[in-house]
């Protein structure tokens, strides 16, 4: 069984900064496609950054590029998203994602692409 746990988020005045970790646990011999989600009160939920632990698949919102930057760490079952240059607009419950299978175009922000969900975490930027 494949678990996720998020950490960081919080809150942050805008033009602040956070950043935001997922470690995978469960089967960690894999690589994975993950991809951070996020969702604001009444709205979708959109892909904003992905990545492949085994390299390459880094694709980006055009909301937050050049903003934001998702990193693998140094195990393959953990991953960073570095959100710089905040906006109130930024306020959403974070999720993370994963799914074994690697992604292709779209699919690497598509959340009907992914099995494996984390819990979310909070993230708020005041004006």
């Known amino acids: 069984q494949v678990h996720l746990v998020e950490s960081g988020g919080g809150s942050v005045t805008a033009g602040g900064s956070l950043a935001l970790s997922c470690e995978v646990s469960g089967d960690t011999t894999t690589s994975y496609s993950m991809c951070w989600f996020r969702q604001a009160p009444g709205k979708e939920r959109e892909g904003i950054a992905s990545?492949?632990?085994?390299?390459?698949?880094?694709r980006y919102a055009d909301s937050v590029k050049d903003r934001f930057t998702i990193s693998q760490g140094t195990s393959k079952n953990r991953m960073h998203l570095q959100m710089n240059r905040l906006e109130p607009e930024d306020t959403a419950m974070y999720y993370c994602?994963?799914?074994?299978?690697?992604?292709?175009?779209?699919?690497?922000?598509?959340?009907?692409?992914?099995?494996?969900w984390g819990q979310g975490t909070q993230v708020t930027v005041s004006s």
């Open positions: 994602a994963a799914d074994r299978n690697l992604k292709y175009g779209s699919g690497w922000l598509a959340k009907d692409k992914y099995n494996y």
């Open positions: 990545i492949y632990t085994g390299g390459g698949g880094i």
